[in-house]
Each structure stands twice: as C-alpha cells, then as structure tokens.
C-alpha cells in the first residue's frame, strides 16, 4: 500500500511539474522561443514579408508608411487593453476589490503588487521544480511507459474540469 501510495504521489507531481515546466520554461519564456529553429525561420520570414511589404508600398511625403504604424499601434492597444481587462476583472471577482479605483487612485501600489505575484510565482517554481529536481530519472520513466501518459492526460483533463466548476461557482 505505501509503494502505490509513493507511485500515485509522484504521478501526480509529475503531472504537476511537467504542466508548470511548459508554462514557465516554455510559454513564458522568451529565450526559450528564440533558441527554437522553427521559430527562428518563422520570424526571419515574418521579417522578410514586412521588408518586402513595405518596399512595395508609397510612403507618403513625411517618410512614414501610415498603414504599418496605425496596424500596430492599434494592435498593441488593443492586446494591452483586452489584457489589462481582463486582469482587472480576475482581480475584482478574487478580492472583491475595485483595481480601477486602486490604480487612478495610486499606481504605485498597482504596479508593486503586480511585480510581487509575478515574482513570487517565478522564483518558487524556478528554486522547487526547475532547479536541481531530484525527480527527474523519475520522470524519465514515466516519459518512457504509456500508463503514465495516461495518466497525465487525465490529470489534464480533471484540471480543466476544475477550472470550469470554479469559473461557474464565480459566475453564480
């Protein structure tokens, strides 16, 4: 009974630790993205189809392509705004308390907070999971036998379940 109770314990830190690994070290990271090859080519030719558009198109007598600038700032507006939002709207059904208030009231609190959660939940995850894990031929097996991929997926699967309960329970 301990070693199935060992066996489930570290299947589900497995399922745990792999989900936060490809958030944090893949997701997150931007050095992650650039390292990758296919990234890379994809960029370069991103790059080039914007070279090759804007040698197409007539710039106007100031020197500034109007389309390419109104296309991205209006992009990075509207990302930012759509995420701010939606942040703020997280924060007010967690604590109840009006961030819009907070942050035209004072900024600074807004902001520390902000990089505080932000740092709090990089730094644990990085000193606990990523650095010097003393489970990782441990998941080198569970990498290896199909059971156990099972079993991640059904630990994905519970936790998408559970996310969407909790959604519901917030919106009741």
Same mark, same amino acid.
């Given at each position: 009974?301990?070693?199935? @109770? ?21 997701? $997150? +990271? ?5 390292? !990758? #090859?296919?990234? *890379?080519? *994809?960029? +370069?030719?991103?790059? !080039? !189809?914007? %070279?090759?558009?804007?040698?197409? *198109?007539?710039?106007?007598? *100031? ?29 007010? #059904?967690?604590?109840? %308390? +009006? %961030?819009?208030?907070?942050?035209? +009231? ?8 902000? %990089? ?8 644990? !995850? ?5 650095? #010097? ?16 991929? $099972? ?13 969407? @309960? ?7």
């Amino acid at each position: 009974m301990k070693t199935l @109770l060992n066996l489930y314990w570290n299947i589900m830190f497995y399922c745990t630790y792999t989900l936060l690994f490809y958030l944090f070290n893949r997701l $997150l +990271n931007p050095i992650y993205w650039l390292q !990758n #090859k296919k990234v *890379r080519s *994809r960029l +370069n030719e991103y790059i !080039n !189809n914007i %070279v090759s558009f804007l040698n197409k *198109r007539e710039v106007d007598e *100031r020197g500034i392509d109007s389309g390419i600038i109104i296309f991205s700032t209006s992009y990075i507006c509207a990302h930012t705004l759509c995420f701010l939002s939606f942040l703020f709207w997280l924060i007010y #059904k967690t604590t109840k %308390v +009006n %961030v819009i208030q907070l942050a035209f +009231n004072n900024m600074l609190v807004l902001s520390i907070f902000f %990089v505080i959660i932000c740092m709090v939940m990089y730094i644990t !995850n990085y000193l606990f999971l990523f650095k #010097k894990s003393k489970y990782e031929l441990f998941f080198v097996k569970f990498n290896t036998e199909k059971k156990h991929t $099972l079993y991640y997926g059904i630990y994905l699967f519970s936790l998408i379940v559970q996310c969407i @309960l909790v959604w519901i329970m917030i919106r009741c």
